[in-house]
Nanobody
Framework: QVQLVESGGGLVQGGGSLRLSCAAS????????MAWFRQAPGKEREFVAA????????YYADSVKGRFTISRDNAKNTVYLQMNSLKPEDTAIYYC???????????????????WGQGTQVTVSS
């Protein structure tokens, strides 16, 4: 079992930055593909960013490309999401997820991920 705990959310003004962290415990995530999803009020959960087990391949939703950066430190069993140039439409609960059978074809789908964190709230004011 993998337990995921997100942190780093909060209230920020538009144009500001936040760095989310996802700390894993229970087992090493060094062989897991990892991702961030988000869910805004009244909307479905949506893909934000993904990273392969080694950190060599990353993928982003078009809405965050060029503003967000996903990274990982396998030695610390932690994944990060650096969010810059934040917009009010980025307001959501952000979830970290881990996939044992991650691939370059399935990273986009929430159903591909076996483990989820509880989420951290990000609120961007205008």
């Amino acid at each position: 079992q993998v337990q995921l705990v997100e942190s780093g959310g909060g209230l920020v003004q538009g144009g500001g930055s936040l760095r989310l962290s996802c700390a894993a415990s229970g087992r090493s995530i060094s062989t897991y593909g990892m991702a961030w999803f988000r869910q805004a009020p009244g909307k479905e959960r949506e893909f934000v960013a993904a990273i392969d087990w080694s950190g060599s391949s990353t993928y982003y939703a078009d809405s965050v490309k060029g503003r967000f950066t996903i990274s990982r430190d396998n030695a610390k069993n932690t994944v990060y999401l650096q969010m810059n140039s934040l917009k009010p439409e980025d307001t959501a609960i952000y979830y970290c997820a881990a996939a044992a059978r991650w691939s370059h074809r399935n990273y986009y789908y929430a159903s591909s991920y076996n483990y989820w964190g509880q989420g951290t709230q990000v609120t961007v004011s205008s």
